[in-house]
RNA sequence: GUGGCCAUAGCUCAAUGGUAGAGCUCCAGAUUGUGGUUCUGGCUGUUGCGGGUUCGAGUCCCGUUGGCCACCCCA
């Protein structure tokens, strides 16, 4: 058994994983972002520095043969933050940066949270534009729709810490108080109406009666409109209930969620843009922004899902498959069988065949089994080769120097279908 | 860190305190050259681990480890 909270990834797990892999990069380069990676440990310090004492209780944390106390990444913000402040001359603005790192967090495995997880992290640098907020939305929506989920499964709730910010100045409430108060207003969905009475004390009543309203802010609605322009008005609605836990957001927080509500949320980000120049000690200053969307919370979905889990299964079945399997029908063809084997391999063919002897119903058994759409039977025909379409159950005779053209004839087709089906994703 | 539920074959699960089983998977066959169905046979267990009660414990009790779920927190 793997660790507590760990993974193995067997055969269809692994490919699950691939398949939602595949779609975040397929995304997130339609929208014009390119990937990088970093390191899985970091210096513990990175995230000390701006995290709070919850963080650091739950960082995968130890001290090295070096005696250097180094954690399990968290999170890849930190990271980012970091390699930006270092690199940014050597990029034009703004950077769209994406990456698929595995994350860590010791802490009580539960339903849709593990102590790893993958995660796409999307990151928009150098760009204090509304548009780019907009931008980023529509990018998470669009994710989560190449999944195969629709606007009845899902929603982004978009709010602001500026809105509550705002009024939290107005209140004249001490600016050393605002985190406390945010965390407040983030929790009150969470727990009873008195423990966050409690902790707001006099502003209580105002925060209730702006969350009953709904609140809303020109901000908000211009972003809303930006993307009812592109067509994803039904994806998003604007709740500034939403605040999001981590410390460091300054402006737009979003989060996602399954419309039936039966997860966790699924992806949540937001503006941040004091970050870069706080972990660089000033002396790099870039607005930014970003979200991570997890596998862990988004598989679960898929496999409660219909749709989307019949669009993964039919995508996996087809990337599972081989094209050929090669019978052995009479063990004194086996050279000349490997050889033409690797010929068509050589051609871009998927093939298999059996690597010990095995009596023949057994060769077309695996054969079906490994979803092969063709057998070529090597035997007493030789150099002709039986081909036995699989699906159809039709069987042709051809000629050794025929076999390529006859192949391409019959298996082109099927393949282009496949990647047509693809591409309609 | 706190609490609840659970732990039997690779998987899903049976077994009144009385000889540990079934289905699926896997492997091998069904007269030696044609798959999906079917049939036959075969493999796998210190019943998570350690104590206790009892003539006898998978079953009851205590401890322990692990898993699941919820809380906390949320990247």
Same mark, same amino acid.
């Given at each position: 058994?793997?660790?507590?909270? %760990?993974?193995?990834?067997?055969?269809?797990?692994?490919?699950?994983? +691939?398949?939602? %892999?595949? =779609?975040?990069?397929?995304? #997130?380069?339609?929208?014009?972002?390119?990937e990088f990676d970093g390191p899985l440990l970091e210096e513990l310090d990175l995230y000390k520095k701006k995290s709070g004492d919850e963080i650091v209780r739950q960082l995968y944390d130890f001290v090295d043969k070096g005696e250097r106390a180094v954690a399990l990444r968290p999170e890849m913000t930190p990271t980012l933050a970091r390699i930006v402040a270092t690199h940014h001359r050597d990029f034009r603005k703004p950077l769209k940066w994406f990456s698929i790192p595995q994350v860590f967090r010791y802490e009580r495995p539960q339903r849709g949270r593990l102590r790893e997880h993958f995660q796409l992290n999307c990151d928009i640098i150098g760009e204090a534009s509304r548009e780019a907020d907009a931008e980023l939305i529509a990018l998470v929506i669009d994710v989560v729709r190449a999944i195969g989920f629709s606007a009845k499964d899902f929603v982004v709730r978009i709010s602001d810490r500026e809105f509550w910010t705002e009024f939290?100045?107005? *209140?004249?409430?001490?600016? *050393?108080?605002?985190?406390?108060?945010?965390? #407040?207003?983030? =929790?009150? *969905?969470?727990?009873?109406?008195? +423990?966050t009475t *409690? =902790?707001?004390?006099?502003?209580?009543?105002?925060?209730f009666g702006i969350l009953a309203k709904g609140g809303e802010s020109a901000k908000l609605n211009s972003i809303l409109e930006n993307l009812r322009a592109r067509g994803l008005a039904d994806f998003a609605k604007v709740d500034v209930r939403i605040v999001r836990g981590l410390a460091y957001y300054t402006g737009i927080v979003f989060e996602v969620?399954?419309?039936? /509500?039966? %997860?966790?949320?699924?992806?949540?980000? /937001?503006?941040?843009?004091?970050?870069?120049?706080?972990?660089?000690?000033?002396?790099?200053?870039?607005?930014?922004?970003? %979200?991570a969307i997890g596998d862990v919370v988004l598989g679960e979905m898929i496999r409660a899902n219909p749709t989307a889990r019949a669009q993964m299964e039919s995508a996996l079945a087809s990337d599972r498959a081989v094209d050929i399997f090669a019978v052995i029908a009479k063990p004194d063809r086996r050279a000349d069988a490997s050889a033409i084997v690797q010929e068509l391999r050589d051609h871009g063919w998927r093939v298999e065949y059996p690597l010990n002897a095995m009596n023949i119903p057994k060769q077309f058994h695996t054969a079906e089994a490994r979803g092969a759409r063709l057998a070529i039977l090597f035997g007493d025909e030789w150099p002709a080769i039986a081909v036995k379409d699989l699906t159809s159950g039709e069987q042709v005779l051809v000629a050794r120097e025929q076999l390529l053209a006859h192949i #391409?004839?019959?298996c082109l087709s099927s393949r282009a279908e496949r990647s047509e089906v693809e591409r309609s994703r």
């Open positions: 058994m793997p660790l507590t909270g %760990f993974r193995d990834f067997l055969p269809a797990a692994c490919a699950e994983r +691939n398949y939602i %892999f595949s =779609k975040w990069r397929e995304v #997130a380069r339609r929208y014009g972002f390119v939290l100045k107005s *209140e004249r409430v001490p600016e *050393e108080r605002w985190e406390e108060m945010l965390q #407040a207003i983030d =929790k009150s *969905e969470r727990e009873p109406r008195e +423990n *409690e =902790k707001l004390g006099a502003l209580a009543d105002p925060v969620f399954d419309r039936a /509500g039966k %997860f966790r949320a699924i992806a949540g980000g /937001g503006r941040y843009d004091q970050l870069v120049s706080q972990l660089s000690d000033g002396a790099v200053s870039l607005p930014a922004l970003g %979200f #391409a004839r019959q």
